[in-house]
């Protein structure tokens, strides 16, 4: 029988979003990827350090193209089945370097945003946590065809909220933390191995399962 079946690990990059070495978003990007190793996935963790790019200038793309760095960023996403987003919150929204990333990674043809699962965390001094950044992020990522996981991390008070080694202080949270993301690996694992699941995205009640399968803004 024919099978669509995905061979060995899931592959998932973990990306840190910040700029900053000693962020507590590089934290609980190391701390995700550790739970996803322990989980049996191939994790690649990276930061956002690792991809130079420009702020994004249409003259500057006729002129030169798709830069290095975003290039870079667009053939590690290639690579994975998933990623995991741990960005900071910069003044209530996503981080300009964030968003500058995807723009400039979007201009690729095919743009490899389409179809990703991905599971969105943040780590913020705040009280919030950067929440507010992380439902910001899903607006972008979902118009390019991402499929954001409904439920999102968010851990408040982090300059305090880790330990020596780089697990969570507090054991309620870190549990939190590990049941996001085993469910979260348990989803992507179904879609990419799994036959008889159909990829399918509807925008009205009435769409039936023989429809046509509703286009969005993806390529």
Known sequence: MTTDAHPGPLRILVLGAALRAASTNAKLASLVAGMLTEAGADVDLASMREFDMPLYDG???????VPDGALALRDRL?????????????????????KNA??????????????K????????????????????LRVPLEHLGTRVYPDMF??????????EDGQLTDP????????????FLHLVEADARYVCLQRRWYEFLGDRTGAPVTQRAED
């Open 59 to 65: 003259d500057a793309e006729a002129a030169h193209g």
């Open 78 to 98: 290639e690579r994975c089945d998933a990623f995991v987003l741990a960005s900071p919150e910069y003044n209530a929204s996503v981080p300009g370097v964030v």
């Open 102 to 115: 995807i723009d400039w990674v979007s201009r690729v043809r095919p743009q490899p945003f389409k179809t």
């Open 117 to 136: 699962h991905a599971l969105l965390v943040s780590a913020s001094p705040s009280l919030v946590g950067g929440n507010r950044g992380l439902w910001a």
């Open 154 to 163: 968010s851990l408040a008070g982090a300059h305090e909220a880790f330990t």
């Open 172 to 183: 309620a949270l870190q549990q939190r933390l590990e049941e996001t993301v085993t469910a």
